[in-house]
């Protein structure tokens, strides 16, 4: 995180002469409530009912990233990379080994995504973008030394906001915005239960959309016109 802060703050020097061509770097809080990937968890936790702790819901997705914006009277282009992240915890006494059990569960999702804004007034902003999400879980367990992956795949889904933009004549400058992203398809998470409940049956197929709503703040760099 220090290094896309450090980053940002060059560029906000870099391009303050270029107020139509801008950096931005955001700030992601978003709620969720992903069923399928949820299931899957219940699934881990009821087949070891010694476990003292069980992994917990994934209501929260929050993250980072950097974008590139491009504006021109009241329209604006605009590329942006972002992660989204959250983590949960399991442990016990596995009664098959008399010894302690902790597993970490780490979820990521990567966007990449290109989008279009729309500017009302120079307040009031609407935008839109078309994404390609990746979403990959890696695990650590006790007695393992090192983190591997259990699940990473893609899918496409879309991302729409308005935006409250602070007007400002100073090196940066602030857009608030309300999101909410929904997918145009479903990441298959079939793999995630084979591996976390080898020995369960599965009569249904586990797959998730992530639709996600939330917050967004974005610094961008360079005066408001």
């Known amino acids: 995180m220090r290094f896309f802060l450090s980053l940002y703050f060059v560029f906000c020097f870099a ?17 969720t409530s992903p069923s399928g990937l949820d299931n899957i968890l219940d699934r881990f936790n009821e087949d070891r009912p010694w476990l003292q702790t069980g992994f ?22 605009d590329f942006k990379w972002e992660n989204q992240i959250n983590r949960t915890s399991a ?35 609407l935008h839109g973008n078309f994404e390609f999400n990746r979403f990959r879980v890696r695990t650590e367990v006790t007695n393992l030394d090192d983190r591997f992956d259990l699940l ?30 929904v997918g145009w398809d479903e990441h298959p998470l079939n793999d995630l239960d084979d591996s976390l409940n080898p020995d369960l049956p599965r009569t249904d197929s586990f797959n998730e959309e992530f639709l996600n709503y939330g917050l967004k703040v974005i610094f961008y760099n360079g005066p408001w016109y």
């Open 91 to 125: 442990s016990g006494t596995d009664p098959n080994t008399n010894s302690g059990f902790e597993q970490t569960l780490f979820f990521k999702i990567s966007t990449f995504g290109f989008g279009i804004e729309s500017f009302l007034t120079d307040q009031i902003s």
């Open 56 to 77: 917990s819901e994934v209501d929260w997705l929050n993250g980072y990233g950097l974008g590139l914006r491009y504006k021109f009277d009241r329209i604006a282009l």
């Open 152 to 181: 990473n795949n893609w899918s496409t889904g879309s991302t729409f906001s308005i935006g409250y933009n602070f007007v400002s004549r100073g090196l940066v400058h602030i857009s608030i915005r309300p999101y909410l992203t």
């Open 15 to 31: 391009f303050t002469s270029q107020a139509q061509f801008n950096l931005g770097v955001n700030i992601t809080s978003g709620r």
